[in-house]
């Protein structure tokens, strides 16, 4: 299915609320040489930081309307992030209670194998 294309008019707009530009500049946010010996960075993390400058000198290019929802589809993205890392960190003695009753039942004979042509 094509996606309808989005079509940018000249006209008043009404009920809009314009939200400063918060984030640092690109050039802030990537890792200069300096900082990377000094940060002892590998390859990997060069390369995601260069690409990172790439995408926001990109999303600087686009109309505001667009830059104001990509910022907040990031920043709700990193919110839900640390919301499950939050998440799985305080159930880690939930987690390992469930695995140590899964191996009780395993090793009482208690479990099937799985068989996936079955399911």
């Known amino acids: 299915m094509q996606k309808e294309k989005i079509k ?3 006209e008043p707009m009404e009920d809009v609320e314009v939200i400063t530009d918060f984030l640092p500049s690109p050039e ?26 790439k995408a926001f000198e990109k999303a600087a290019q686009l109309p505001e309307p667009d830059q104001i929802a990509l910022a907040n589809f990031i920043l709700a993205e990193l919110a839900s992030d640390l919301c499950w890392k939050q998440v799985f960190d305080n159930s880690q ?4 209670q469930l695995a140590e009753e899964a191996l009780a039942e ?14």
């Open 93 to 96: 003695d939930v987690l390992a």
């Open 106 to 119: 395993y090793r009482a004979g208690r479990t099937l194998e799985l068989d996936p042509d079955k399911l």
């Open 28 to 53: 802030k946010l990537a890792f200069s040489k300096e900082t990377k010996n000094e940060a002892d960075l590998n390859e990997r993390e060069l390369h995601m930081t260069q690409l990172l400058t």
């Open 8 to 10: 940018y008019i000249d």
